[in-house]
């Protein structure tokens, strides 16, 4: 079932599957709730399964002004709020894993257990370097325009305001990442755009973390081993953690 939601000056957009314990679904930036066809979209076998799509992306429109990580983060405050009403279970992919970590900074009694998957806190965590003046792939602009109430015409009004956007932030750090209080599931590719240094800064800052590191895949690891990444997703969402029988850093 898809609809739309005004969340203050924001028409959102979102889609809801499946039943249970609600989960909301952040997508990348420049994408939509497509991140998670065919992938973490089964996970409304188990859950209530939310996918929104953020101002100016997806179905979503544009509104007046910039984009950045913070409003977005208020608008998926807004959401949860007007939505779910209470707390649930947040999952954010690239871009969304930054909007779902300040979420759950802001507002922790929104959330349940957190999902960051190869997603940066600092904005220098990126193994390249995001310039914002290069040409955006041709296939990333048809899809923009084949489902954008804006038109394909507003394209490069957004992407502006997403390139001042990824050079803006995230700049939180490792002692900021002490006040998440979910249980929270730190994935990545082992060849992700996110450096595997950074990843580890991430699951050590955070005191309730979990790590995983899927092989053989990149910053697209939910398309190239969906099986598997929806494995360990709905494992840690459904599941306790069970007790470790050599535990070193969750002994303490």
Not at 92 to 114: C, E, I, M, Q, T
Not at 241 to 250: F, I, K, S, W, Y
């Amino acid at each position: 079932m898809a609809e739309y939601i005004e969340i203050g000056a924001v028409r959102t957009w979102y889609d809801e599957q499946g039943g249970g314990e609600p989960v909301a679904l952040l997508h990348g930036g420049f994408s939509d709730s497509q991140d998670f066809h065919g992938n973490l979209d089964a996970l409304a076998d188990d859950l209530r399964v939310l996918s929104p799509e953020r101002r100016g992306h997806g179905h979503t429109p544009d509104v007046a002004g910039p984009i950045t990580l913070e409003l977005m983060a208020d608008d998926m405050i807004g959401f949860l709020s007007a939505v779910v009403g209470g707390p649930a279970h947040l999952v954010g992919y690239s871009d969304g894993a930054a909007v779902a970590l300040l979420v759950a900074l802001r507002r922790p009694d929104l959330v349940r257990r957190l999902v960051l998957v190869s997603g940066v806190f600092h904005r220098d965590g990126f193994a390249v370097a995001f310039d914002g003046d290069g040409e955006m792939p041709q296939d990333v602009i048809d899809a923009y325009g084949a489902v954008s109430p804006d038109g394909v015409e507003h394209f490069p009004v957004v992407a502006e305001k997403m390139a001042h956007c990824a050079a803006a932030g995230p700049m939180l750090t490792t002692a900021d990442l002490g006040g998440v209080r979910s249980r929270t599931l730190v994935m990545t590719g082992d060849d992700d755009l996110v450096t595997l240094e950074h990843t580890l800064d991430l699951y050590r800052g955070v005191a309730e973390s979990e790590l995983a590191v899927v092989p053989g895949t990149s910053h697209l690891l939910l398309t190239e081993k969906p099986a598997v990444c929806t494995g360990i997703v709905r494992d840690f969402l459904t599941r306790d953690p069970v007790p470790t029988m050599l535990p070193l850093r969750r002994s303490e």
